[in-house]
């Protein structure tokens, strides 16, 4: 079946246009409507998000009783099936699509028994591939998603901000940057000019494009909220918490004496502790412990 213009822009268009906080809502709404059916649902199957059914409701906001993923499972790919047949008191049809992101089933149900046509089971048809499509689109748009806020946790941990530079130099409203107006124009100008790494007041520059949008990523610190750096160390190179807590005091610039104030400990335990600490970690002074906290895993923490 060749979808009419009309279906086409009733019912492909609320497709696409997705919403991610009702995904496919305005679409089976639709789709209810068009066949006159009380109930229309895509059923979707991934190995990552698990079995998820997308369902109108019937015209008085009610819903029928939740249709069993398993009903489903044994229809073939492309194969357009009468729920009648797969279970007694069931009316309506349902078609099964694969996709490279799992498995779709969109179908229609309600009614009484022939109350759908060869039309109504040709529309599904010819809609499945499109509904596997935006299925597909929707589960890289929630990868994307949890990439992105991945990484942002992570240079949040690290007390790293960041914001996009238009070719103006211009940043995103949302960011936290507060690089001055002449401060980004150098940054974008130097960038333009074929520099790898720019730099203007606290901020810093690298170069960045995605499809024509950006000129420059900039960097800059952010405060960040320990939570104990010298928990990590301590793991991760069998160091006690007070021999820990020691080099985290040298790497955040004390001397030794001074360290020994903060940690309440004598100068001469404070010395024990040190050297150990060059034992324990491979290290010949002061200079190299302090460079291996801010290596390590300690400096995430």
Not at 60 to 71: D, K
Not at 116 to 143: E, K, M, P, Q, Y
């Amino acid at each position: 079946m060749v979808l009419s213009r009309v279906d086409r822009d009733e019912l492909l268009l609320t497709l696409y246009a997705l919403d991610e906080a009702t995904p496919f809502a305005m679409f089976l709404e639709r789709l209810r409507r068009r066949t006159r059916a009380r109930e229309t649902f895509v059923i979707t199957r991934s190995d990552t998000s698990g079995c998820k059914a997308y369902v109108s409701r019937d015209a008085s906001g009610r819903q029928l009783s939740p249709l069993s993923p398993e009903l489903l499972r044994p229809l073939r790919s492309g194969r357009l099936y009468d729920l009648e047949g797969l279970s007694e008191g069931e009316s309506g049809k349902s078609i099964r699509a694969a996709s490279s992101r799992g498995d779709i089933w969109l179908g229609i149900r309600g009614g009484a028994p022939d109350s759908f046509d060869a039309g109504d089971g040709a529309l599904l048809s010819a809609l499945v591939s499109h509904v596997a499509i935006a299925f597909t689109n929707l589960a890289r748009f929630h990868d994307g998603q949890v990439a992105l806020a991945a990484a942002r946790a992570a240079l949040d941990r690290a007390g790293v901000g960041w914001a996009v530079l238009d070719e103006h130099g211009e940043a995103d409203g949302h960011s936290g940057l507060d690089a001055s107006a002449r401060q980004r124009a150098a940054l974008v100008t130097a960038i333009h000019a074929g520099a790898e790494l720019a730099a203007a007041g606290q901020t810093i520059a690298l170069p960045f494009a995605t499809a024509g949008q950006g000129a420059a990523v900039a960097l800059y610190r952010k405060p960040v909220q320990p939570i104990d750096r010298a928990a990590a160390f301590a793991a991760a190179y069998g160091l006690t918490w007070a021999e820990a807590r020691m080099a985290v005091a040298l790497a955040e610039g004390a001397s030794i004496v001074e360290a020994a104030t903060r940690l309440n400990i004598t100068e001469q335990t404070a010395r024990h502790y040190s050297k150990r600490l060059y034992t324990a970690t491979g290290t010949r002074g002061q200079a190299e412990l302090v460079r291996l906290v801010w290596t390590s895993v300690a400096a995430l923490a």
